[in-house]
């Protein structure tokens, strides 16, 4: 039992590149999240879904994109990646009425 | 808003108590949650309280929930250096279920 995998650990993107970051949950979970972690500012909610083929923005979607067409897969896209997007990325997921649990997070600088 | 604050660090020494204190946005909120983060790794659940609840207490760690002030805290007694970490609480907004909320975060720092 992998819980939440997230792919790749860490990433390394020239300013205007493109990237789909992929969480994996192998406990047939509803809910999945994409947050951002950044020094002083907690995790951040990017993204989320409420069930496989539906997406919802969270606090800060500016430059982010998500798509859900498997129930155990989330993946996030960054289009064009700028500095500011330079954090640690988490998946997580959940059933309603539980707690979350989480990926291991990808590192990404965005140079 | 949506805004759940914590402060950002609090340092004890080794056998003391820390209580680490959080102000959540959402009085109806049903759950909540705290989670801890070591050095390069995601989140683990700590402990969680429902809202019909004003203390819980789970060996080491205390939760001591004030729903008319919206304040959360956790205690943990006898702290140790493996308890050094960033601990996070969370809330799961009432209005909307979907969504759970993090804090800022605060990085606890455990000296001998």
């Known amino acids: 039992n992998a819980g939440v995998t997230q792919t790749p650990k860490f990433r390394v993107l020239k300013t205007g590149q493109s990237m789909t970051l992929l969480c994996a949950q192998d406990?047939?979970?509803?809910?999945m999240y994409w947050y951002r972690q950044d020094p002083g500012m907690g995790l951040r909610l990017i993204h989320y879904?409420?069930?496989?083929?539906?997406?919802a923005k969270g606090e800060v979607p500016d430059g982010y994109n998500v798509s859900r067409l498997k129930k155990q897969n989330f993946l996030l896209g960054l289009e064009s990646a700028a500095p500011s997007q330079t954090s640690v990325y988490f998946c997580?997921?959940?059933?309603?009425?539980?707690?979350?649990?989480f990926g291991q997070g990808t590192r990404l600088t965005v140079v | 808003g949506e805004d759940v604050e914590q402060s950002l660090f609090l340092s004890v020494r080794e056998g003391d108590s820390s209580v680490i204190n959080c102000t959540y946005t959402?009085?109806?909120?049903?759950?909540l949650y705290w989670y801890k983060q070591e050095p390069g790794a995601g989140l683990q659940l700590l402990t969680y309280?429902?809202?019909?609840?004003d203390m819980k207490q789970d060996q080491r760690l205390t939760v001591l929930l004030n729903k008319k002030d919206k304040h959360l805290s956790l205690r943990i007694a006898d702290t140790q250096t493996g308890d050094s970490a960033i601990y996070f609480c969370?809330?799961?907004?009432?209005?909307?279920?979907?969504?759970?909320?993090f804090g800022t975060g605060t990085r606890l720092q455990v000296f001998p």
């Open positions: 997580a997921s959940r059933n309603s009425g539980t707690e979350a649990f």
């Open positions: 406990m047939n979970h509803e809910y």
């Open positions: 879904s409420v069930g496989e083929g539906t997406t």
């Open positions: 959402d009085s109806s909120s049903t759950y």
């Open positions: 309280i429902f809202s019909n609840m």
């Open positions: 969370a809330e799961i907004l009432s209005y909307n279920t979907d969504k759970l909320i």
